[in-house]
């Protein structure tokens, strides 16, 4: 059984920083790939950010060069650091886990409950 616990989320201002921890039970997370994923108030889920097994990464434009995702496979968890944050990064936030650098929500088969960030201007 595969769960995934997103933690971090909260109130902020624009422009500062924020991060996320998304801690997966199971023996495979080594060999997963992880995605972040986020859904604002009407409007649809969106791809943020994914890291595969090996550590590659890729980003959605609208987060490139303020958003680091990044893993620690000895601790089963991956992060989302969030710097510079805007009032349209507002959303909650939701990370998956699957097995190939997608970015694509149907790519994945395990999801956390999210958590809801806040960005005030």
């Known amino acids: 059984q595969v769960q995934l616990v997103e933690s971090g989320g909260g109130l902020v201002q624009a422009g500062d920083s924020l991060r996320l921890s998304c801690a997966a039970s199971g023996r495979t997370f080594s060999r997963s790939a992880m995605g972040w994923f986020r859904q604002a108030p009407g409007k649809e889920r969106e791809f943020v950010a994914v890291?595969?097994?090996?550590?590659?990464?890729v980003y959605a434009d609208s987060v490139k060069g303020r958003f680091t995702i990044s893993r620690d496979n000895a601790k089963n968890t991956v992060y989302l650091q969030m710097s510079s944050l805007k009032p349209e990064d507002t959303a909650v936030y939701y990370c998956?886990?699957?097995?190939?650098?997608?970015?694509?929500?149907?790519?994945?088969?395990?999801w956390g409950q999210g958590t809801q960030v806040t960005v005030s201007s």
């Open positions: 890291i595969s097994s090996e550590g590659y990464t």
């Open positions: 998956a886990r699957g097995d190939y650098l997608v970015t694509t929500s149907g790519g994945y088969g395990y």
